[in-house]
């Protein structure tokens, strides 16, 4: 029996030294430490020995079990730390490699500009309202002073859901929206797309945006207007701006103008960028029609207010210099990451 030991001993020695997992190692330990491994069943005949040779070989199987549990021990310590240093070898970071540069997005200009001019109003005391893209009729027309059959309408053609639905043709509606639910003194501006039945070239686009303002109070006259809108311009175009008020015509303002700025280009002489004008159109405004003060309930013997409507892509146009509409909606990034 104690050869018998001494033999398992050694064999199994060679093979713990072979074994390369720690499944292989566990397999050892159950072929001779298990329950039914080599090593219990010579313990378990022990019984069948005379009383005198028990001590000796007892000693031996104690010893040879403790002898394969500490170089199973030893073994699966050696194979986890290879185990280690291979996944350290594989996972080792070159620091001196070039980064992968991450591509950032960009704002598109047309945000970068209403971003800008949201700064100017909120400072002036505006709140930012919005209004819905799909509107009725009432408030894209006939609440402005523009009934059924009237002329204004003409330059105005949309894309109709029902005969009194449609997709906006202007932020206008909005002053009627926001006077129906809230009362004097109002200070708003309503960014936001608008839409119109034209084709597409270089300077029009069915979709486009607009900005809409609108401030009512007691005693507001069209030297508010005037300061205010001034404000506006020289802030988004620089302290020496010039501009000037050209009498217009909207249904829902009376009186009506334009506003030009004097081109920044050519500083009036007329050029290409202003189109030999010397001036640059970029917004209509005009003193709230007491008509449409009356139509959201507010009595225009007690209170006056102003309105403007802002072009947005025309304003960023001229700030860049970009020559053609259509590349605002492209999504090329090679126009876009410009700004
Ligand atoms: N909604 C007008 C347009 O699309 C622009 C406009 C003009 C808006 C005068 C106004 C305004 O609020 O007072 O042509």
Known sequence: MKQALEAIRARAAGELAAAETQQALEGLRVKYLGKKGEVTAILKQMGKLSPEERPAVGQVANEVRAFLEAELEKRAAELKARELERQLAAETLDVTLPGKRRVLGHEHPLSVVLNELKEIFIGMGFEIVEGPEVELDYYN???????????????????????????????????????????????????????????????????????????????????????????????????????????????????????????????????????????????????????????????????????????????????????????????????????
């Open 141 to 339: 027309f006939e609440a402005l002073n523009i009934p059924k059959n009237h002329p204004a309408r003409d330059t105005q053609d949309t894309f109709y859901i029902t005969d009194n639905i449609l997709l906006r043709t202007q932020t206008s509606g909005v002053q009627v929206r926001t006077m129906e639910k809230k009362k004097p003194p109002i200070r708003v501006i309503s960014p936001g797309r608008v839409y119109r039945s034209d084709a597409v070239d270089a300077t029009h686009s069915p979709l486009f945006h607009q900005i809409e303002g609108l401030v009512v109070d007691r005693g507001v006259t069209f030297a508010d207007l005037k300061g205010t809108l001034e404000v506006f311009v020289k802030q988004l175009y620089g302290e020496d701006s010039v501009v000037r008020f050209r009498p217009h015509h909207f249904p829902f303002t009376e009186p009506s103008a334009e506003l030009d700025v004097q081109c920044f280009h050519c500083h009036g002489e007329g050029c290409r960028l202003c189109k030999g004008e010397g001036w640059i159109e970029i917004l209509g405004c005009g003193m709230v029609h007491p008509k449409v003060l009356e139509n959201c309930d507010i009595d225009p013997e007690i209170y006056s207010g102003f309105a403007f409507g802002i072009g947005l892509e025309r304003l960023v146009m001229r700030r860049y210099n970009i020559d053609d509409l259509r590349l605002f909606y492209e999504n090329d990034v090679r126009f876009l990451k410009q700004f």
